[in-house]
Structure formats: structure tokens, C-alpha cells
């Protein structure tokens, strides 16, 4: 009812928006801002000059921008008005304002055009009272909208971004053209469909609980999801999701606004691996390994546990690089990182330090006995020899091992004590193992 006051009257003077006591829009057919009154501009913020030409969109947040184009001009194109429309309106200082939104659609001299009456909620009866009494002075106050539905289905159909629109169950009712991209569902495929079909298995239940749970309490969500293609494939998606509520904040619909960020994650996954992992042979660097060394001594505080640290440092290797040269030399460190790595468990760790020194990090070793075993094994497994093509090589490794005691030791001094232990196993003949005092 609150736009049958703006009946159209040939006879009728043409009113000024500013004497109509609420907000007023006028759009041409593509959005484009026509004229507005001053009581929207206090709304709003700015001037009259600066909205002119520019587009209606600007003055909502991006949850109502998607409602208006995938729900309100369509509405208006079939049924050339919408009633009382809950939406956020964007004020002058940049908060939401819950609003009614209005619009009759007009047609002067052969253009359309859309009318655009908003009542701030909590002033809604006063304006709905000052409109009726406003009746003659604006009956030729009505706007327009888009000629076709083509505006709004190209907005839609082109951004680059997926859109997914589901009811309040998950039910998907819309995707957009770049959605069906981005998964390989076509539209007549996933509508109908639960958006659970979208569920990898890279997140568990209390992952989407959280999310939930956010949602229902904020209205919105954003953030990074594993998503799983039609083919079985997934992807990593930067997912922002929006509650749309009705006037009495009941969910009505929920729309998602998804992109590809997979390409951007392997790049930081490698930056990643390169900080912390030694570019020739993979294994952990010097700061992978005083983080695990750390995370060791600080749990070695809550429950007792060992902690052994050896501190190796290979026996002939400047002869091998000496006399078959420095590829050989690099591929006697890679099978020295193999040979290690396939000898320990899946809790301990293989560090390289740099040039020929290895570091294992042993965690809860049995007893001294055990670690003893463990330095043994390792000579024996580096004194195997190497073959490559045509070289073979032959190289040793002396030991330094150091045993967690003092709780208040650090990881910095354990590493030290190692490393003094493997000097005097090198002083002690080399290929040998030593504890350190």
C-alpha cells in the first residue's frame, strides 16, 4: 500500500522531492541514480550533485546489493513494483540501517522508470502517516528501473566471483555461470541440490560447527574452505557467506560469494617449505629444528619424556668433493639424507644444518642403552658405499650425542653440548659416537 499513493495524474503539478517527508530514489533502467530528496541525502551523506549518474548499488552493503540482483529486479521486472522489502542501508558515517524498501515502476513518454521509497524501520509508521497526507503532491514522483531483465541477469552472469544461492536448509536454489566454473556442476545439476555435495573431507564436523555458529550469531562468514568438484577434485575457495533475514531477523536465504585462492596457497605452502626445509636434500633446517627441539623441551615439562640430540658431521666428505666434485658431493648428502630418514621413526627428526652436518633429534628414547644402538646403526648405515654412474663413494661420520637432563637447559645449549661431543669423537679417531658429559 505505500506506493499507491504515487498514482500517476496528467493534471497534477509536479511536487519537489524535498517537500515529500521521507526518502526518495529515482533510477533509470540500469540503476543509474536520476534524482533523490534531501531527506535520503541525510540519510546517506553527500550531495545531490555528487550521486547524480551514479549507481543506486553504492548506497548498500554487499549482502543487499546481492539481494537486489538476484531477488528484488526480478521481482519488479515481472510484477513492475515490490512491497515493503527489508534491506541495510549504508548511512554517512558507513553503518547499516535496516530499511523498507519500496518501488513502483512508471512509464513517461515511452521510459521507464523506478520510484524508490525507504522508511527507516523504527520511523516507519510516522513516514507511512506523512506519505498519505503527501498524497496529491506526489503523484508524479515515480521512477524506473531497468527496460529488461538483462541488466540484471548480466550483473549476475559476469562477475568473475561464484555466487551460490541456498534457502534457510542448505537447499541451493541459484548459482551463477562462474560458480558452475569453478565446480563443474551446471546449473540444472546443483539446484535442488543439499550444498553439502560441496563437502570435502579436508574439514571435520567441528570446523563447519564453528562456521555455523558464527553465521547464525553475526549473519555473516568469511573465511577459507576446501571445496570438492563435481569430478572428485577440490580446491581451496575464499568463501564469504551472508545471512538474508527477514524484518523480524528470521533467515530467508543464505548467499555465499566464492573465488579459486588454490594457486595463491601452493605458492605460500612453498615459500613455506623453502623457510623451513633445506633447499638440496628436503629435510628440516636449523630453524625447523630448534621449533621442534622447543616444542619437545616444553612438553618434556608436563610429562616425563627423553630427549636425545646427536650431532653429526660426515668423515671424508672434503675428499669426495675433492676428487669426484661437487655433484657427486651434493648426491652423497641427498642419500645421506635418505639413508637417515628411512633408519628413525615418524617422530623423530633429521635436520641438516648446513655443508656436512646432520642433526637427529630423538624423541623418548628408552634409555642410553637405545641411543647408543641408534648412533651405532647410523655409522654403519653412512659407511655403506655409494654408487653413482661411474663413482663410487665412501664416507664416515662422527657423532656427538647429548641427553636432555636439566630442565632448565635450553635448546641452544643442548645443541652446543652435542656439538662439542662430536668434536671429541672426531678427536677420538673419527666414525665414532661420543656422549657428551
Same mark, same amino acid.
Given at each position: 500500500?505505500?506506493?499507491?499513493? =504515487?498514482? &500517476? !495524474?496528467?493534471?497534477?503539478?509536479?511536487?519537489? *522531492?524535498?517537500?515529500?517527508?521521507?526518502? %526518495?530514489? @529515482? /533510477? $533509470? +533502467?540500469?540503476?543509474?541514480?536520476?534524482?533523490?530528496?534531501?531527506?535520503?541525502?541525510?540519510?546517506?551523506?553527500?550531495?545531490?550533485?555528487?550521486?547524480?549518474?551514479?549507481?543506486?548499488?553504492?548506497?548498500?552493503?554487499?549482502?543487499?546489493?546481492?539481494?537486489?540482483?538476484?531477488?528484488?529486479?526480478?521481482?519488479?521486472?515481472?510484477?513492475?513494483?515490490?512491497?515493503?522489502?527489508?534491506?541495510?542501508?549504508?548511512?554517512?558515517?558507513?553503518?547499516?540501517?535496516?530499511?523498507?524498501?519500496?518501488?513502483?515502476?512508471?512509464?513517461?513518454?515511452?521510459?521507464?522508470?523506478?520510484?524508490?521509497?525507504?522508511?527507516?524501520?523504527?520511523?516507519?509508521?510516522?513516514?507511512?502517516?506523512?506519505?498519505?497526507?503527501?498524497?496529491?503532491?506526489?503523484?508524479?514522483?515515480?521512477?524506473? =528501473?531497468? &527496460? !529488461?531483465?538483462?541488466?540484471?541477469?548480466?550483473? *549476475?552472469?559476469?562477475?568473475?566471483?561464484? %555466487?551460490? @544461492? /541456498? $534457502? +534457510?536448509?542448505?537447499?541451493?536454489?541459484?548459482?551463477?555461470?562462474?560458480?558452475?566454473?569453478?565446480?563443474?556442476?551446471?546449473?540444472?545439476?546443483?539446484?535442488?541440490?543439499?550444498?553439502?555435495?560441496?563437502?570435502?573431507?579436508?574439514?571435520?564436523?567441528?570446523?563447519?560447527?564453528?562456521?555455523?555458529?558464527?553465521?547464525?550469531?553475526?549473519?555473516?562468514?568469511?573465511?577459507?574452505?576446501?571445496?570438492?568438484?563435481?569430478?572428485?577434485?577440490?580446491?581451496?575457495?575464499?568463501?564469504?557467506?551472508?545471512?538474508?533475514?527477514?524484518?523480524?531477523?528470521?533467515?530467508?536465504?543464505?548467499?555465499?560469494?566464492?573465488?579459486?585462492?588454490?594457486?595463491?596457497?601452493?605458492?605460500?605452502?612453498?615459500?613455506?617449505?623453502?623457510?623451513?626445509?633445506?633447499?638440496?636434500?628436503?629435510?628440516?633446517?636449523?630453524?625447523?629444528?630448534?621449533?621442534?627441539?622447543?616444542?619437545?623441551?616444553?612438553?618434556?615439562?608436563?610429562?616425563?619424556?627423553?630427549?636425545?640430540?646427536?650431532?653429526?658431521?660426515?668423515?671424508?666428505?672434503?675428499?669426495?668433493?675433492?676428487?669426484?666434485?661437487?655433484?657427486?658431493?651434493?648426491?652423497?648428502?641427498?642419500?645421506?639424507?635418505?639413508?637417515?630418514?628411512?633408519?628413525?621413526?615418524?617422530?623423530?627428526?633429521?635436520?641438516?644444518?648446513?655443508?656436512?652436518?646432520?642433526?637427529?633429534?630423538?624423541?623418548?628414547?628408552?634409555?642410553?642403552?637405545?641411543?647408543?644402538?641408534?648412533?651405532?646403526?647410523?655409522?654403519?648405515?653412512?659407511?655403506?658405499?655409494?654408487?653413482?654412474?661411474?663413482?663410487?663413494?665412501?664416507?664416515?661420520?662422527?657423532?656427538?650425542?647429548?641427553?636432555?637432563?636439566?630442565?632448565?637447559?635450553?635448546?641452544?645449549?643442548?645443541?652446543?653440548?652435542?656439538?662439542?661431543?662430536?668434536?671429541?669423537?672426531?678427536?677420538?679417531?673419527?666414525?665414532?659416537?661420543?656422549?657428551?658429559?
Amino acid at each position: 500500500m505505500i506506493l499507491s499513493v =504515487l498514482s &500517476k !495524474s496528467a493534471d497534477a503539478p509536479t511536487p519537489s *522531492f524535498d517537500q515529500i517527508p521521507c526518502a %526518495i530514489l @529515482v /533510477t $533509470d +533502467s540500469a540503476g543509474v541514480v536520476q534524482s533523490l530528496n534531501q531527506n535520503l541525502l541525510l540519510l546517506i551523506g553527500g550531495d545531490k550533485d555528487s550521486w547524480l549518474t551514479k549507481s543506486m548499488e553504492l548506497m548498500f552493503p554487499m549482502a543487499s546489493r546481492i539481494f537486489l540482483h538476484t531477488h528484488i529486479w526480478p521481482m519488479i521486472l515481472r510484477d513492475g513494483h515490490v512491497r515493503e522489502i527489508r534491506l541495510q542501508l549504508l548511512d554517512s558515517g558507513g553503518n547499516s540501517l535496516p530499511v523498507f524498501v519500496n518501488c513502483q515502476k512508471t512509464n513517461q513518454e515511452g521510459i521507464d522508470q523506478f520510484t524508490w521509497v525507504l522508511f527507516v524501520t523504527i520511523e516507519r509508521s510516522r513516514f507511512e502517516q506523512e506519505l498519505l497526507e503527501s498524497r496529491q503532491r506526489t503523484e508524479n514522483v515515480s521512477a524506473a =528501473l531497468a &527496460k !529488461s531483465e538483462s541488466f540484471i541477469r548480466g550483473v *549476475f552472469e559476469a562477475t568473475s566471483e561464484g %555466487i551460490i @544461492v /541456498t $534457502d +534457510s536448509d542448505a537447499i541451493i536454489i541459484s548459482v551463477n555461470p562462474a560458480f558452475s566454473k569453478l565446480t563443474g556442476y551446471s546449473q540444472e545439476e546443483i539446484i535442488g541440490q543439499n550444498a553439502r555435495i560441496l563437502k570435502s573431507d579436508r574439514h571435520d564436523a567441528d570446523f563447519f560447527l564453528a562456521a555455523f555458529q558464527i553465521l547464525q550469531e553475526n549473519k555473516i562468514w568469511d573465511g577459507e574452505v576446501w571445496i570438492q568438484r563435481k569430478d572428485g577434485s577440490i580446491f581451496l575457495g575464499q568463501l564469504s557467506i551472508s545471512a538474508i533475514c527477514d524484518q523480524n531477523d528470521v533467515v530467508l536465504q543464505y548467499v555465499g560469494l566464492c573465488s579459486d585462492i588454490t594457486e595463491r596457497w601452493d605458492r605460500e605452502q612453498l615459500i613455506h617449505q623453502m623457510a623451513l626445509h633445506d633447499g638440496l636434500t628436503g629435510l628440516p633446517n636449523r630453524t625447523l629444528l630448534m621449533e621442534r627441539l622447543s616444542q619437545m623441551i616444553a612438553k618434556s615439562h608436563r610429562d616425563s619424556r627423553q630427549i636425545a640430540l646427536m650431532f653429526l658431521d660426515l668423515d671424508g666428505f672434503k675428499k669426495v668433493n675433492d676428487t669426484l666434485g661437487h655433484a657427486i658431493g651434493d648426491e652423497v648428502l641427498k642419500t645421506v639424507a635418505t639413508r637417515l630418514s628411512g633408519l628413525l621413526r615418524s617422530t623423530d627428526t633429521v635436520a641438516r644444518l648446513g655443508g656436512d652436518e646432520f642433526v637427529i633429534l630423538l624423541d623418548n628414547p628408552e634409555n642410553g642403552e637405545a641411543i647408543a644402538q641408534i648412533g651405532a646403526r647410523v655409522i654403519s648405515v653412512v659407511n655403506e658405499p655409494m654408487h653413482f654412474d661411474n663413482a663410487e663413494a665412501h664416507i664416515g661420520t662422527s657423532i656427538g650425542i647429548a641427553v636432555f637432563k636439566d630442565s632448565a637447559c635450553t635448546p641452544e645449549a643442548l645443541l652446543k653440548k652435542a656439538d662439542e661431543a662430536m668434536y671429541s669423537a672426531k678427536a677420538a679417531g673419527k666414525n665414532v659416537y661420543r656422549f657428551a658429559e
